[in-house]
């Protein structure tokens, strides 16, 4: 049976668009936009300051983890130029459909140092080892919720993806260890993955900087998100934000609008009332926490300007 041809780039882009625009229009009837509006117009400027502090560490940090993957693998990055190609990464993450765009760009522009399939390992594993660290929180976080009294309960909508993803990933290292055991070729594209991952995230000289840069990038991004709340007028207890905020935050992996503008959204509109708080203030604190995204990736764009991009150049 033929498969389907792929989607053009330029349809994917249109859907997503579409998607955003009809997710906008939805959150905003199901929601109350206006009173989210007005919950937004009176916003705390020194707790959205502070969220965009926070924000603008995450950058510097991630810059750095980004640095650390890639020197495992053979690929030096200087600081000032992974701070840069970080900067501009986000500024054409939260430009264009996807959310991946920006990431590409940074691999591309890198590979000239040491090819491209080690620039592209050095972007994707970092990525993931913050999706990882942002795992770990909300674990924890859940963890502590069995033993300490969060005034809550969970729903059932809610359990039930969360019980699966966390046997799904408790089950992965034993499904990749297996895999590598029965894979009789030594030189096979999943065995060089495993051992290129292993050797940037995992290896005994550099886990533990791996594990404070994503833990410290997670918290950062976690707590900027509860800044925005605070700013709207609805403060969220710790393990709330340990919680709560990371299933929100994980809407924004899903590539369906423009850097998950609109997925992020739906999903505060959804968990906000699960903690006793409104739909309209779940909308209000992910708008708020969209725009401080949007003003930290501001210095990408004077960086971009004050010194015009340069492939890293080869090393000898």
Known sequence: MPSLPALPANVTRI?????????????WHAADGAAAL?????????????????????????AQRWRVTAAQLGLSLPLGDAIREYYLAQVINQSLPGGVIGDAGRAVRARKAAGLLI?????????????????CV??????LTLVVPVGF??????IGPL??????LIALPFA?????RLIPTETHPIKTTVRSFVCAVAARGVVGQQIALSLATAICNIAAFACCAAAIGVPLP????ATLVPLILFAMVIPLSISGWGLREGAAVLLFPVIGATASEGLAASVAFGIAFMLTVLPGLILTWLRPLAPVPEQP
Do not use: H, K, N, Y
């Not at 579409?18 to 229009?25: C, R």
């Not at 909300?138 to 963890?143: H, T, V």
């Not at 019980?163 to 799904?168: G, L, N, Q």
């Open 15 to 27: 859907v997503q668009i579409l998607v955003l625009l009809g997710l906008v229009a939805l959150l």
């Open 38 to 62: 007005d919950l937004l117009q009176t916003a705390s400027p020194s707790w959205l300051i502070l969220a965009v502090v926070l924000l603008t560490l995450q950058t510097l940090l991630s």
């Open 119 to 135: 620039s592209s390992q050095a972007v994707i594993f970092e990525r993931l080892a913050g999706q990882i660290g942002l795992f």
């Open 138 to 143: 909300l674990g924890i976080g859940l963890a």
């Open 153 to 158: 309960d969970w729903p059932v909508w809610v």
């Open 163 to 168: 019980a699966t993803t966390f046997s799904v």
């Open 176 to 180: 990749v260890a297996l895999t590598m």
């Open 238 to 241: 710790l393990l709330v934000v």
